[in-house]
């Protein structure tokens, strides 16, 4: 397995643009996680998804920001319309349900908003 | 509520010294407590459980439940131990999925 996979590795874009990261989880994990990275505030849940459904939003910071997981290999999260202040690494994870064990993290997409 | 605290932003030490990493955490149940380790510019990678109990790359951690404590250990820290180390407490009950992380320490090693 080739692990959690993570695309663009990096982005930059203009204040106003959509941005759309994209997320293949490791097959047989059934939960899905986005995390955001800043060296203000850490690492930070932004949602949760557990067999395709969303379980826990309330990270999410607002209403610009939307995840979607369509099926279990494949996750979004977008951001529209992204502001400077979004510039972060976003981090997305897997694990079997629930959590139990860990999770498995992908390398990370660092987001730069100009 | 859940809470991991690592006090020390940044722990320098020598190479060949001993290395302790503090991580202290709330929670009202039993927690599964996790060490996750992230070199420059990588993704996090898990480095201990303590249900596993197990030495990875030197370093050990035990869970200690009377001081809330679960510290990361090395006797002989090496160049290649400077990273950032996050500590993260999972709970335990029902719905318990959300891994809450520390704010992370970051280790030099002086060569």
């Known amino acids: 397995d080739a692990g959690v996979i993570q695309s663009p590795r990096h982005e930059v874009t203009e204040m106003g643009q959509e941005v759309t990261l994209r997320c293949k989880p490791i097959s047989g994990h059934n939960s899905l996680f986005w995390y955001r990275q800043t060296m203000m505030r850490g690492l930070e849940l932004l949602i949760y998804?557990?067999?395709?459904?969303?379980?826990?939003d309330s990270g999410m910071p607002e209403d610009r920001f939307s995840a979607k997981m369509p099926n279990a290999s494949f996750s979004t999260l977008k951001i529209q319309p992204s502001e400077p202040r979004d510039s972060a690494v976003y981090f997305c994870?897997?694990?079997?349900?629930?959590?139990?064990?860990?999770?498995?993290f992908g390398s990370g997409t660092r987001l730069t908003v100009v | 509520a859940q809470r991991v605290t690592q006090p020390e932003k940044l722990l320098s030490v020598f190479k060949g010294a001993p290395v302790e990493l503090k991580c202290n955490y709330s929670y009202s149940g039993s927690p599964e407590l996790f060490w996750y380790v992230q070199y420059s510019r990588q993704r996090l990678q898990l480095l201990l459980r303590?249900?596993s109990r197990e030495s990875i790359k030197g370093f050990t951690a035990d869970l200690n439940k009377g001081e809330t404590s679960f510290h990361l250990k090395k006797p002989f820290a090496q160049e290649e131990d400077s990273a950032m180390y996050y500590c993260a407490l999972r709970g335990s009950g029902a719905g318990s999925y959300q891994l809450t992380f520390g704010k992370g320490t970051k280790l030099s090693v002086i060569p």
């Open positions: 303590h249900i």
């Open positions: 994870a897997s694990s079997p349900t629930g959590g139990f064990g860990g999770y498995t």
């Open positions: 998804f557990n067999n395709n459904v969303p379980i826990d």
